[in-house]
């Protein structure tokens, strides 16, 4: 059965064992963590007991160290591909096997539609990135998790399928955010693309992204999970059926709607068809 988790630093940022807490306490089996963006523990690559003994439950079912692999300053990615390297290393010692980025944008900051994005140039730097991280990741025994965005590099689901056939590794692993390969010209064939993902990578999907949102002033703005447009109940039988190995974390949901969102995916994946 599909396990519920959150990206840490959405319920906020505390040391490790109060973080922790917090989110058992909401129900979560597990969590994203970005170490950066959630924990108040000083340096704490050097601290690594105490985020392993902080996290056995919930647990770690992806460290995030995204990173720009097309920044148009070198020295921005060689130091986003050391900082996503040392993830590699410590991630089996706080027990999980996956580390995560996306695909990033020529932009720079923020990562926004930049026209050599979807270009055949931008993929092969991130190929030749990944590949790389890719080896890395072999030799500490872990994965890379790829995800794809519809303004970065990897704006569908087919660019990611070529750009993960061409790193040819099987250290590499996939996250599915819907949410992201959305815009406002391709709203509505949603679930098509979800169906085309859950296709192209089948059980190499590792995690999903569980996003909702709404239309605004001609833009996509997130909201709580079943206050908005997505089909949850359609999408959860789908991920059951699928892919129900995955991970299911709420990426963006915070506050209020984290219980609301909560309630809601827990009854459907305990929903018989």
Known sequence: MNKL???????DKYHAKDL?????????DGVQLVIKKALLDDAPFDHLVVIKN???KPYIMMLGAYFNPVHPIEKEVMDGMTYFKKHLEIASCLGTSYVGSETGSYQGSPWTLHPKNHTDEAMERVVKVFRELADEAKKHHVFVAI???????AYSP???KEIIDHISSPNVKVIVDLFNYLHIGNVDERMSILDEAIDLFGDHIVIFHL????????????????KGLMDYPKIIQL???????AYLIFEGVTGEDIVSSY???????????
Do not use: M, W
């Open 5 to 11: 988790g959150i990206r840490a630093h959405d319920v």
């Open 20 to 28: 922790a807490s917090k989110i058992d306490d909401l129900g979560f």
């Open 54 to 56: 902080a996290f056995v």
């Open 147 to 153: 995800e794809g965005a519809y303004q970065h590099v």
């Open 158 to 160: 087919k660019r990611l």
């Open 211 to 226: 996003k909702d949102f709404i239309i605004q002033d001609n833009e996509l703005v997130q909201v709580g999970l079943g």
């Open 239 to 245: 991920i059951k059926e699928k892919a129900p190995d």
């Open 263 to 273: 309630q809601l995916i827990q009854s459907l994946l305990k929903k018989e068809v």
